[in-house]
Structures are given as structure tokens and as C-alpha cells.
């Protein structure tokens, strides 16, 4: 029974085992996204000098592969669009930034602490962030060594926020200054009061 309760309070067996890999798992979130914030670096300052497949610049192979034209032609004759297209793509590695400092930001804090808001946060926005770039890659055709990273870090992020569930650790997040329910005590029970304890 006291190991029962031990468990539902946060402090068992499983709560020990999920507070060892959370240790890890802020880290590897952490990784993925770091890793997914500088490809969006290169994406908004080199655009044109970023890897894709076999080695071409990204931008161009993604243009070819999608309209299955030439890029250096588009340059040559429509100056004009292939900047408007370059711009679009700047923009897109830019936005990439911003989730990325704010994804490492949350990692490196309220998820490491355990906040269970900062494990939903982390769940949609890496599910965004990585799926929309896998289904732009898959749309125009560019998947090189990079790309096919985007799979591995998705899949090293589900299981880090698998293993760190609020489902499966029963775990809450406390305010900070909020006292802690004593030993023994039920949860939603309310106190005795002084002529409640009397009566008794």
C-alpha cells in the first residue's frame, strides 16, 4: 500500500526511472532543435550556399525538383523571381530561428524542470515545425543528408517526450512559493477545523 501511494505521489519506482531520463531527454530535445535552428540560420543567411541533395544548394535543387526547371535559367531570364523566391526562403529560415530559440529556450528551462505546460509546447511546436519541413521536402523533391536528419531528430524527440509524459509520471506542475500536501494527507480533502477537531 505504501509503495502504491509512493507511486501515485511522484515519488516510486517509475518517478525515479522517468526523473533519470528526463535528465537526458531535455538534452536530446535540446540537440534536435539546436540542430534545427542553425540549418534555419544557414536557410536565412546563405540560401543560395546551404547543402541539400547531392551536395547542390537546397534552394535551387527545391525549385528544380518542384517545377523541374532550371534555376540558373530563372536567374538569368526572371532576376526578378528567383530574388522574390530567394526572399520567400529567407523568411522561411528566419521563422525556423525564432522557433528554434524558443524551443532550446524551453528545453533548457521549464522543460528540464519538469513543468508539464513546456511538455505540451514542445510536443506541438517540434510536430509543426518538423512535419511542415518534411512535407516541403517531399512537395519539391529536395531530400538529402540533412533531410532525412529532420526523421531522426522527430523520432529521438516523440521518445524523449515519450518516456517524460505527464500522463504516464502522474507528475504536476507546482507553483513555486505553493507549500506541498504533508504525508498521509488526501488530495481535495480540506483541513479540520478547530471546532470540527473539538467535536471529534
Known sequence: MTAVTAERNGSGTWAAVVRRWRR???LVLLIADLGLLVWGFGAAAIPGHLLGPGGAPILPAGYEGYSGGSWHQLVATSPKTAGYITLVFRMYGV????????????????FRRGD????????????????????????VGAIGPFEWSEYLGLAVIYASLAVTAPVLTGARVV???????????????????????ASA
Open 24 to 26: 537526458l531527454a531535455w
Open 95 to 110: 521563422y525556423i530561428v525564432a522557433f528554434g530559440l524558443l524551443a532550446v529556450a524551453i528545453a533548457a528551462t521549464a
Open 116 to 139: 508539464g505546460w513546456a511538455w505540451w509546447a514542445l510536443l506541438v511546436g517540434n510536430t509543426v515545425a518538423f512535419v511542415s519541413a518534411m512535407t516541403y521536402d517531399r512537395i
Open 175 to 197: 507553483r513555486r512559493g505553493a507549500a506541498l500536501p504533508e504525508p498521509g494527507t488526501v488530495r481535495g480533502a480540506r483541513p479540520a477545523t478547530r471546532d470540527q477537531g
